[in-house]
């Protein structure tokens, strides 16, 4: 599609649900990121991946979060056992990949709310 | 967490008013890059800066790409309603990969 995309633009979840939150990247991006945005802060790196590699997942808070790539394109982040904490806006991005140049393109996110 | 600091963290200024902002590290980063947000909407890239010392321009927006690699400003010239929004930092790490991390935010309030 023309831009990143998320889905779903809303999920409200109970505590202790697992949720899954799928990003559609820009076609033929290299890379994929999640973050994680919490009300009036920057954007909080989870994870990201070129292709299917998870290159560093070293900001996913805890084993309760996981994603994957499978297929190199669509990818799904999923948290289990959710908590209140959880609450938050995720966002996906994309680039092009290699070093340099390769500035990432957003998606509207996915505002998550665990009640 | 956040590894860019980034300042000040809100900013309220006149119409037509010049702005600045800027962001900080500990660590070099290879790429810095400027990002504006909209209430209910993802960030938009503003500017890209990829060399030590580079200065661009894009509209009313000037970046700059400190020399040290620790370092970025935004300056935003004759400031309009539509500057509102948040403004965000972000640094690419030179760790071989594509790891980008941002900043706070800069939140703009600009009153006509």
């Known amino acids: 599609g023309a831009g990143v995309s998320q889905s779903p633009r809303y999920k409200v979840t109970k505590r202790g649900q697992d949720v899954a939150l799928r990003c559609d990247p820009i076609?033929?991006?290299?890379?994929l990121y999640w973050y994680r945005q919490a009300l009036g802060q920057g954007p909080e790196f989870l994870t990201y991946?070129?292709?299917?590699?998870?290159?560093?997942k070293s900001g996913l808070p805890n084993d309760r979060f996981s994603a994957e790539r499978p297929e190199g394109s669509i990818s799904t982040l999923t948290i289990q056992r959710t908590e209140q904490r959880d609450s938050a806006m995720y966002r996906c991005?994309?680039?092009?990949?290699?070093?340099?140049?390769?500035?990432?393109?957003f998606g509207n996110g996915t505002r998550l709310t665990v009640t | 967490g956040q590894q860019l600091n980034q300042s000040p963290q809100s900013m309220f200024i006149q119409e037509g008013e010049d702005v600045s902002m800027n962001c900080t590290s500990s660590?070099?980063?290879?790429?810095w890059l400027w990002y504006k947000q909209d209430p209910g909407e993802g960030p938009v890239l503003l500017i890209a800066?990829?060399?030590?010392?580079e200065l661009t321009s894009n509209g009313r927006l000037t970046a700059q790409f400190g020399i040290t690699r620790k370092d970025s400003f935004l300056n935003i010239s004759a400031s309009i309603p539509s500057d509102v929004g948040i403004y965000f930092c972000?640094?690419?790490?030179?760790?071989?990969?594509?790891?980008?991390?941002f900043g706070a935010g800069t939140r703009l309030t600009v009153k006509p």
């Open positions: 991005a994309s680039s092009t990949g290699g070093t340099g140049n390769s500035p990432l393109h």
């Open positions: 076609s033929g991006h290299v890379s």
């Open positions: 660590s070099i980063f290879n790429t």
């Open positions: 972000a640094g690419q790490r030179p760790t071989g990969n594509n790891d980008m991390r």
């Open positions: 991946f070129n292709y299917e590699a998870q290159q560093d």
């Open positions: 800066l990829y060399k030590a010392g």
